[in-house]
């Protein structure tokens, strides 16, 4: 305990404190205080916290979107891509087609040449009998006979002259 004496003018102060009271107050003014940084700075790391947090989701959601972006890119690129290579099928096949009917028609005239020909021929050489038939002097009347055989190669003719 302490006492203490102040004068001013006509009044004289005397302070009488308790050194342990006092000692007191001044742990709990302490303990106070650092009660009020200790909420403070659960505050601002609670503030810090929620912060990143929202930081964290801004950059997540900026990257899906990028990514999202980028995946629609590929989808349309390779949409882009099989419709060229669609395109290129497509026309290997009209080309191929039109060569195949080319081949298969020239291969058809030509077959058909050679029948003709072969027709014209044997025509010839009916026309060449029938001249010398109609000829030749003969009292008997004969008949002619014939049939014909058609393969893919050959046209063939039988004649057979039957005497009656």
Request: hydrophobic content about 45%; aromatic content about 8%; proline content about 0%.
């Amino acid at each position: 305990m302490g006492v203490q004496f102040c004068t001013k003018g006509n009044l004289i102060l005397i302070v009488i404190e308790d050194v342990d009271e006092t000692i007191e107050w001044k742990i709990l003014q302490k303990k106070k205080e650092q009660k009020t940084k200790e909420k403070h700075r659960i505050r601002t790391n609670a503030a810090i916290k929620i912060q990143a947090w929202w930081r964290g989701t801004l950059v997540r959601r900026t990257l899906l979107h990028a990514a999202l972006r980028a995946w629609i890119i590929q989808c349309w690129w390779r949409m882009t891509l099989l419709r060229v290579l669609e395109k290129k099928r497509q026309a290997a096949l009209i080309a191929y087609a039109t060569r195949e009917r080319a081949v298969i028609k020239l291969q058809s005239l030509v077959r058909m040449w050679r029948i003709h020909w072969r027709y014209c021929q044997v025509l010839n050489a009916i026309y060449v009998i029938q001249g010398h038939w109609q000829c030749h002097n003969c009292q008997t009347c004969a008949l002619l006979r014939g049939h014909c055989v058609v393969t893919a190669t050959h046209l063939q003719f039988h004649i057979e002259i039957i005497n009656s």
